[in-house]
């Protein structure tokens, strides 16, 4: 079982930046590959930004990259998104969430993330 609190949302002026933090709980936390999804009103769930168990491999969205940082502290049992030149679209609730990260999963593979932090609102102002 992984447990996961989301923190550091709020609002910001567009071209401002945000840092999201996601603390776990369990001894094995760098089994896990660990990823930040956002979702607004009527949206799907969309994977922004994924990490692997020891930080080797990251994923990241189109609409993210070169803006948004994923990066973990295995002893500290926690992942971050640093989030830069926010843009008024970035608007939305981000979730941290936790797969068990073997040889052959896939960041990705999004129906693979079965751990779920409550989420935490960004707000981007133009």
């Known amino acids: 079982q992984v447990q996961l609190v989301e923190s550091g949302g709020g609002l910001v002026q567009a071209g401002g930046s945000l840092r999201l933090s996601c603390a776990a709980s369990?001894?094995?936390?760098?089994?896990?590959?660990m990823g930040w999804f956002r979702q607004t009103p009527g949206k799907e769930r969309e994977l922004v930004a994924a990490?692997?168990?020891?930080?080797?491999?990251?994923y990241y969205a189109d609409s993210v990259k070169g803006r948004f940082t994923i990066s973990r502290d295995n002893a500290k049992n926690t992942v971050y998104l640093q989030m830069n030149s926010l843009k008024p679209e970035d608007t939305a609730v981000y979730y941290c969430a936790a797969q068990w990260y073997g040889s052959r999963s896939s960041l990705q593979a999004v129906n693979e993330y079965g751990y779920w932090g409550q989420g935490t609102q960004v707000t981007v102002s133009s």
């Open positions: 990490i692997s168990g020891r930080g080797v491999t990251t």
């Open positions: 369990g001894r094995t936390f760098s089994s896990y590959a």
